[in-house]
């Protein structure tokens, strides 16, 4: 049986605010994008009783046996949305965990992508956007990975166009629990996304913007502000923000030779510290 190779892109948000909450999960609306550095899947039907997941790479330790991969699975089974086929799924996770980036999120989206893709399983719209909601809240992100803007009502609008940004990612060594980050959550911004347009991904705009799970995060593990402070710094930068809930940092340039030459003065600076250079896609 053939071996397929699916890239899975991490996202990240270019701005983020927490607009509400309902009786269990925060309201939220960002404006995301996905760059370069991705996980590798690679998949293959066995003749099996059981599905067969592992994963492997840097950032694979600590990664529960049920996972988002495993939850995606046992829903297409339940759903008998495969048929009974059977998959061998091996991970290599080049995405840090507990990061900002949707790594986990992002591997089960890639995996439908690809089903749908090879036309193995059929979904209309509302289907997916259910299957996508038991997997994870930030799945369906990575649906159709494009520049896309979450208003607060949950609709996505996503945007063929590309933006060019070159992006040093930073991860610290250690990383943010999305649920004590979030529980710390004490009021609101007034929503901003609600009329979604291309200009929402300029300079100036995203400039403007911020991420409110910041302060919060800064307060936890005050080295986050430390690394922000230090990337703002650098020369020819655009902006400098965290994604999601952390820990990630991410500074924007718009020169391939200014983001390289801010990746060589970090690791001068923190060089214990994760970091890579990658590109908008």
Known sequence: MPIFKIKSYAKINLALNIVGKSSKLHKIESIVSFIELHDLIYLEFINT?????????????????????????????????????????????????????????????????????????????????NLTKLVGSDVILGIDPKNSILSSNGLIKKYKKKIKFYTLVVKPNFGC????????????????????????????YL???????????????????????????????????????????????????ACKIGLKQFKSRFNSYWCIASKTI
């Open 207 to 257: 400039k403007n913007s911020n991420n409110d799970l910041e302060n919060i995060a800064f307060r936890v593990h005050p080295k986050l502000k430390i690394i922000k402070s230090f990337l703002s710094s650098l020369h020819n930068v655009i902006f400098v923000r965290m994604s999601g809930s952390g820990s990630s940092i991410v500074a924007y340039f718009y020169s391939k030779k």
């Open 177 to 204: 629990s999305t649920k004590a980050i979030f529980s710390k959550v004490k009021s609101f911004s007034r929503p901003k996304f609600n009329l979604p347009k291309q200009s929402m991904f300029s300079k100036n």
């Open 49 to 129: 009783k059981n599905h067969k997941v592992s994963f492997h790479g840097k950032f694979s330790k600590g990664i529960e046996k049920k996972n988002t991969i495993t939850t995606l699975l046992r829903l297409l089974d339940k759903k008998k949305l495969l048929n009974n086929a059977k998959l061998k799924i091996r991970i290599i996770k080049n995405i840090p965990q507990e990061a900002g980036m949707g790594g986990g999120s992002m591997n089960a989206a890639s995996l439908i992508n690809f089903l749908i893709f090879k036309r193995i399983i059929k979904l209309k719209k509302n289907a997916l956007i």
